[in-house]
């Protein structure tokens, strides 16, 4: 049975701020057939592939069973999500653990509701011509960088383990877009960035890359302002039951899964493949990624970034009680 009848629910602008989960209201069916009241929320993603659970929850009909009437507006970076979350135009954002960790250290209220992906493609590509057929090579080269995300981050450990830093390079900041334009045109001789940016740099028979990661995960972290979640904690909830029904569906039927992600997030089927097994779809709030956010604000506060007494208990940031009441074991953040 299927039935939409929707209504106009009325909303009331506080401080000329949209209502966050609370844009319009209606009435759908429930997979059991009983109506259920249909609220809007807006959402940000990345354009790649760890944006797979949020829009395999929108195909397959997740979100519409849980109540939700999703609207996904896709962004370059995390930063981008983070901003808009912030000026009042998303209810969530996807951002790393990395963007996160500026947030809290800026006094900005946002906090953690899960982690739906984690992420292990960033690469270094290099120019052979420009001879440069190691990381140590890097010394005296121009390297771009978008330096508002974490691979500024990957960089700088990346360069530390083969005995240099940034210091003994000239970064080159810009968008994934500036950056691959910079390099194509011979200004850079290379590029740190995720994997499925690099099949745009030419000529692509003069590329060497490496993995800039080293041993880290990259989190994608669903996160929302704090008093929106303690204002509507059960659309919270609703909203990580679909994203984990999504996740049971990538599990089990992966092969649909890589369609539905190809199709809707505009993605070649190509790079899918080659990004699948680095990407891992998993509901969760460990405590891995605390340890994580407290190096990289370790490495901000080294850097000069931020002042050493800023850092914070970042376990206080996560909002947990949506996801116990999902998936208690996906909890293992104490505090």
Not at 61 to 83: D, H, K, M, P, W
Not at 121 to 148: E, P, Y
Not at 260 to 286: H, V
């Amino acid at each position: 049975m299927r039935c939409y009848v929707y209504k106009i629910t009325q909303t009331i602008a506080v401080a000329a701020a949209a209502l966050l989960f609370a844009a319009s209201g209606g009435t759908a069916c429930s997979q059991n057939g009983q109506p259920v009241t249909v609220e809007s929320i807006r959402v940000g993603i990345l354009k790649d592939l760890t944006a797979g659970p949020a829009v395999i929850a929108d195909a397959q009909g997740y979100f519409a069973a849980n109540g939700l009437n999703v609207t996904f507006t896709r962004f370059e970076t995390g930063t981008q999500a983070s901003a808009a979350l912030a000026e009042g135009n998303l209810d969530i954002a996807y951002v790393t653990e990395f963007i996160m960790v500026r947030n809290i250290l800026d006094n900005q209220p946002v906090r953690v509701i899960a982690s739906d992906s984690k992420y292990e493609g960033v690469l270094l590509a290099a120019r052979k011509s420009s001879g440069i057929d190691g990381v140590v090579a890097l010394k005296g080269q121009r390297v771009g960088v978008n330096t508002d995300t974490v691979n500024l981050f990957y960089l700088s450990r990346l360069l530390e383990r083969n005995g240099l830093s940034l210091r003994d390079i000239t970064v080159v900041n810009g968008t994934q877009t500036q950056l691959i334009n910079y390099y194509n045109a011979g200004e850079l001789s290379a590029v740190v960035f995720s994997r499925i940016y690099v099949n745009q740099l030419e000529p692509q028979s003069d590329i060497l890359t490496w993995p800039a990661q080293g041993n880290q995960t990259s989190y994608r972290l669903a996160v929302a302002r704090a008093d929106r979640i303690t204002a509507y904690e059960e659309l919270v909830e609703k909203y990580l039951r679909a994203i984990d029904a999504a996740e049971q569906f990538i599990l089990n039927q992966p092969t649909d899964a890589k369609t539905i992600i190809a199709k809707q997030q505009n993605l070649d089927s190509g790079y899918i493949e080659t990004e699948w097994p680095l990407t891992r779809f998993m509901l969760s709030l460990d405590l891995a990624v605390v340890a994580i956010m407290n190096d990289e604000a370790k490495w901000m506060s080294e850097a000069g970034l931020v002042s050493p007494n800023k850092i914070p208990d970042f376990a206080a940031f996560f909002y947990l009680d949506a996801l116990r009441a999902v998936n208690r074991s996906a909890v293992t953040i104490i505090r």
